[in-house]
């Protein structure tokens, strides 16, 4: 049974959904509040690397998706998903986008009808933010008239073997009944579905997976400052203890952590387990105060570097190589590259940086910022070149030849004399 599918958030997460419920054959309507984004969708233009230009216009060509900035062109829907961001805010959580998107899809939303929360929050939002709000705009009853369900995204930007559809789905619905609408609906999205018993456990479980990918991160980046100091080679110790078939998995350390997931989401759980309990959730703020200070010990490193060679980071040419917060993607939010960047700018640097995967002139590039097209030329002039991120489009090969001195934070450049690891 196809269904009137409402996706709000036309972003990372909401893009792949509502493109691919268009080609499975429901009928979608992608809603998002930026004016520019949805008018670029509406021409076949996509924003996320997930999601080409030519699958968007597929999906346009069927008349099964279109995308609108005015929930009055949804009409009546079977089934909404809501997929806005929630960030912080002064470290609290900002539901503000949730609650907004609650309000308007309440004022439209008839009988029967199943509401999902895809953005990642603390356990309880579904139920305690999200059903009053539909309830006191629409009149009606979450479970005796309409449905709720709660399905975290489990989106990673650039991941060439795990996408949308082939990734487990946990689902959750506030009744059995809305469990099964769930069920159901995503059973023609992706190719596993993965209920549990109530929105409360769907909602931790998100925040368990990304509190453990924190968690382990924090260890392996205070481990690179120590490991440094002490003349060890961490690198090498992660790809020795990595031969171990049992017992041990591998994350390795880098600039910090960005994107929406890790920076964000256990702060989250830190945030709900204080509030309700009264505690504080001491792995969680310890592995975050960890990977909140990588771009500044990232910056100490290229100081005592230029030092050691008799420079000064104020004046000194900087080659940044990456933008985004991890490799072959788009997605700068929250990325550690540009906080290691505005730092060095702040202390006076000259910086340049590299980032095929951001446009020239994109608003993410840091003010005072050169953003470079090509790295011709500019590794040879630089004093100093700093490797943020990954991308598999430099040719690592040539900066190593080329450059007097590099800070490899990714452990992507070849080894030689003139390149430090972290």
Not at 322 to 337: C, F, I, M, Q, V
Not at 345 to 359: N, S
Request: glycine fraction near 8%; charged fraction near 20%; include cysteine.
């Amino acid at each position: 049974m196809f269904h009137r599918v409402a996706v709000v958030g036309q972003g990372y997460v909401g893009l792949p959904l509502a493109v691919r419920a268009a080609e499975v054959g429901h009928s979608v309507v992608g809603i998002d509040l930026d004016e520019r984004r949805t008018a670029s969708l509406q021409n076949g233009v996509s924003f996320v690397g997930d999601i080409s230009d030519e699958r968007l216009q597929l999906a346009i060509a069927t008349g099964r998706y279109c995308a609108t900035a005015d929930y009055a062109e949804i009409g009546q829907f079977d089934v909404a998903v809501i997929t806005v961001p929630t960030p912080l805010k002064d470290s609290l959580p900002d539901l503000s986008f949730v609650e907004s998107a609650a309000r308007s899809l309440g004022q439209i939303l008839s009988r029967d009808a199943l509401v999902v929360l895809e953005s990642t929050t603390y356990p309880g939002t579904t139920e305690e933010v999200l059903v009053p709000i539909l309830e006191r705009e629409s009149g009606l009853r979450a479970g005796a008239d309409f449905k709720v369900g709660f399905s975290p995204e489990r989106i990673d930007p650039g991941n060439k073997r795990f996408s949308l559809e082939n990734t487990p789905k946990i689902v959750a619905g506030l009744d059995d009944a809305s469990s099964r609408a769930v069920q159901d609906f995503y059973a023609t999205i992706v190719e596993r579905v993965v209920p549990v018993s109530s929105c409360g456990v769907a909602e931790l479980s998100k925040l368990i997976e990304n509190t453990f990918r924190t968690v382990n991160i924090a260890l392996m980046n205070e481990l690179a400052m120590y490991s440094h100091d002490l003349g060890l080679d961490l690198w090498e110790a992660i790809d020795a203890a990595s031969t171990k078939p049992f017992g041990y998995m591998r994350f390795t350390p880098g600039p910090g952590v960005g994107g929406h997931c890790l920076p964000i989401d256990p702060s989250y759980l830190s945030w709900r387990v204080r509030q309700a309990l009264g505690q504080s959730f001491r792995f969680v703020e310890l592995a975050t105060d960890v990977n909140e200070h990588m771009p500044d010990y990232v910056v100490r490193r290229i100081m005592y570097g230029l030092n050691e060679r008799g420079k000064s980071v104020k004046g000194a040419r900087i080659l940044a190589f990456g933008l985004t917060y991890k490799a072959d993607t788009s997605d700068a939010r929250e990325s550690p590259a540009i906080h290691v960047i505005e730092r060095l700018v702040k202390m006076g640097a000259d910086v340049t940086t590299v980032d095929p995967h951001v446009a020239i002139g994109d608003p993410q590039v840091p003010p005072g910022v050169v953003h470079a097209t090509t790295m011709d030329g500019l590794v040879a002039a630089a004093d100093c070149v700093v490797m943020l991120t990954d991308h598999t489009a430099f040719d690592m090969t040539k900066i190593v030849a080329e450059a007097s001195y590099a800070l490899d934070t990714r452990r992507c450049l070849p080894k030689a004399d003139n390149v430090e690891l972290l």
